[in-house]
């Protein structure tokens, strides 16, 4: 029964688990996406998002708090300025959790992990390309053209 177990422990102890959710928390917010299992993924979400949340107000207690739970003071600089910045605006769910199939050694289910703001795939308010395609009305009619002057000289040539 699972009476009290409010989160996962991911098969490790107390001081394990919070090192490794800080490590991958830093490394989320450094590289904006990471790789991990389904497990993990959950896991770090649930780790973040209250990080990113705190980030939106710039001051020294709020730095302090999210510094004590990521002891990487690059980290916290970037989440502060770069990350705080494009999130100002979102209520809420700043990761987005995709998962990728089962990992080819042990079978584990994989997942991506990345912050929604910074995926231009997904994000509405990116700017988009025009889609063009190669086929048009003047480049076939020249192309024809082009085609039968060749056989004419061609032709004139024998």
Do not use: W
Request: with cysteine; hydrophobic share 30%; glycine share 6%.
């Amino acid at each position: 029964m699972r009476h009290g177990k409010k989160f996962n422990h991911l098969g490790r102890q107390t001081a394990h688990r919070k090192a490794m959710l800080a490590n991958m928390a830093c490394s989320l917010i450094e590289h904006k996406r990471i790789n991990t299992t389904v497990a993990k993924a959950k896991a770090l979400r649930q780790f973040v998002e209250p990080l990113i949340t705190k980030s939106k107000g710039d001051t020294t207690h709020n730095r302090r708090v999210v510094f004590s739970y990521l002891r990487n003071k690059y980290a916290v600089t970037e989440l502060f300025k770069e990350v705080s910045v494009k999130v100002a605006d979102r209520p809420g769910g700043y990761v987005r959790i995709i998962k990728l199939g089962n990992r080819q050694g042990d079978n584990a289910p994989m997942a991506m992990v990345e912050l929604v703001d910074y995926n231009t795939t997904y994000n509405p308010n990116s700017k988009k390309k025009k889609k063009t395609t190669r086929r048009g009305k003047a480049k076939k009619a020249e192309a024809v053209v082009d085609t039968v002057e060749s056989t004419e000289d061609k032709k004139e040539d024998n």
